[in-house]
DNA sequence: GGGGAAACTGCAAACGGTTGCATGAACATC
DNA sequence: GATGTTCATGCAACCGTTTGCAGTTTCCCC
């Protein structure tokens, strides 16, 4: 059905391994005899069969890029630019969705082992030892995470965090609650230290309540705690649970930022409208240089290290001094 | 390096193409011969090579799934339900990205073609005529759109748009606008022939503004137009432009709902954060058929036909009775 | 106990490319 | 003019799996 290599041989009049070079290997064949097979493999339609190609090169030209929840509005854009990026060097990219479950992550990786050259794994939810294990099949790209020898791209949120907490402190707040996330999160670890730190700085107490599921549900069962707390103030694990408990402090007539300043994490789309002050997380620029990663470890095999990328705060309308 | 069906057979004392057949057609085998090989397999780790299987066999178990903009809050809730959906059926999906460009659109499918089974259109910007050119190299099926001859699953906007323009028509609106969306869209085309019609049985003055970039941009620039043409309620083409709208509204000091009712399309994450009265449009039900479809087309060269999805209207706190 | 069907299994040719090696021509070198 | 290079191309094996065909064994039935 196909046009196939052997189609344009015959065409042109050459043997196929010469169309096979005249496409991947321009140098070692005449150049006017690699015109008239292109010429040739024009007229026909003539596309190489990636899978054909693999077989022999022992190289796909697919990359696996695997989120937690596709639809957690948080993974889009580093999905997007992470794609767009591979495609500028003729990858494909796989993009599966674990649902935030580790087993699901597991078998994911090792189904698509066989038809990628490497893999992108976001924020993982497997336990190091089994990355290790599974990275003798694939190479990985780690993001927001760190596991030794692994390359990885970080979003530091730790500079945001500083920033944030010290506009609370120029605000006056002097009580602030934290809402922490999955205690195996990367991000939630330098969020807790790094929030940690400059509380002591500008001499603030911190509240630590959690951890919560990063969900809008997390965020509004939170609000008891927070309301108990005497917190003026939030910093919550994501732009989701600051949105939960937003809905849920208004749903009970508080008002934000009069009653209670509150800031996210993440920059998300919704946090934008919602006028929400928030840490931007560059996850663009960590889905292209993620894939950067990956592409030279894939060609080059020796470690290309890890890339952290800073944040930083977006002050917007849920922060304000506090109220009496 | 990686185990193949020729370890397995070998560990196994049986000829390789036992091996396939105890993978592929296991009724050809001898149980006890099976469970041998199947022994050996997993404590060797044999994984099939799906590039070397869709060699002879001509399925690569590969999806592709193309979107106009993955960040667009539209798309992500469709992506997860399509990819998970067909997990279920051992297959994988690409997924890619046009920016919104016709060209590139073109260029994506030609490259996915020997890669994949078959793919879904969402909402492509292609000219039928290419759409149907294409659609002989690899199967289709289109997501709100409808092209001849192809499968489809639509979100009809229709019913959703009755039930708005009644809501509004109820809470005593007699002007409304309609911000329209890209012409070549088939979720414009109707909600405009919808819109017509419903403003007419309730006899309302329906002006037509646009077309309009769907985007916020575009929403926010459609302010004047919708300030000029005196209307109290506005129906916007999807969720960005009545959240660009709303925010260009409110920076010039106007109140929503006081001052101007408001109803957007898709009932994105952003809408129901911002309070946003919108038509909800069924994407991972939409995703889910499609994937049926496309399934069956592959598996059994009919066409399956098109599935028609209902939209229903969602109220909130963005429309209220007019002012005066 | 001979014939035939049924159940397994092996053989080998595909599938569409890539690539190391061999071949041959053209050309330069001494 | 014999020798050695370089360049361009052909030949054929190989990548890992599937599958039509043929061979072998077992079993059934008359």
Redesign the interface.
């Known amino acids: 059905m196909?046009v196939t290599i052997k189609d344009v041989a015959h065409a042109s009049g050459v043997h196929v391994s010469t169309v096979s070079r005249a496409f991947s290997a321009a140098h070692l064949v005449n150049p006017e005899t690699r015109a008239r097979v292109i010429a040739a493999a024009n007229t026909l339609g003539y596309?190489?069969?990636?899978?054909?190609r693999?077989?022999s090169t022992r190289r796909?030209g697919?990359l696996g890029l695997i989120v937690a929840?596709?639809?957690n509005?948080f993974?889009?854009?580093l999905?997007?630019a992470a794609?767009?990026h591979a495609?500028r060097s003729?990858h494909?990219?796989?993009?599966?969705?674990t649902?935030e479950q580790a087993r699901a992550e597991e078998e994911?990786i090792?189904?698509?082992?066989?038809?990628v050259d490497g893999a992108l794994l976001v924020a993982p939810r497997l336990s190091n030892r089994l990355i290790a294990e599974l990275s003798a099949?694939v190479p990985f790209v780690v993001v927001n995470r760190q596991p030794a020898n692994l390359p990885a791209v970080l979003m530091d949120v730790a500079s945001g965090a500083r920033q944030a907490l010290e506009h609370l402190a120029s605000l006056g707040h002097r009580e602030i609650a934290l809402l922490t996330g999955p205690r195996a999160s990367w991000t939630n670890q330098r969020l807790e230290g790094a929030a940690t730190d400059a509380a002591e700085h500008h001499g603030l107490h911190l509240h630590r309540l959690g951890p919560n599921q990063p969900t809008e549900e997390g965020g509004s069962a939170a609000a008891p705690d927070v309301l108990a707390s005497g917190a003026t103030a939030v910093l919550a694990y994501n732009d989701l649970v600051a949105?939960g408990l937003l809905?849920e402090l208004r749903a009970r007539g508080l008002a934000v930022p009069g009653d209670l300043s509150l800031v996210g994490v993440d920059n998300t789309?919704?946090a934008r409208?919602?006028d929400l002050t928030t840490i931007d997380m560059p996850t663009a620029a960590a889905g292209r240089a993620a894939i950067d990663l990956l592409l030279h470890r894939i060609t080059s095999e020796d470690d290309p290290g890890t890339v952290t990328l800073d944040t930083r705060l977006v002050v917007r309308g849920s922060t304000a001094p506090p109220a009496h």
């Not at 494909?92 to 969705?97: G, L, P, R, S």
Request: glycine content about 0%; some cysteine.
């Open positions: 196909a596309r190489p069969n990636r899978a054909a693999a077989l796909t697919n929840d596709i639809a509005p993974f889009p854009p999905i997007k794609q767009a495609r003729d494909h990219v796989f993009v599966a969705d649902d994911l090792r189904s698509m082992a066989t038809q099949d949105l809905q789309h919704t409208h919602c």
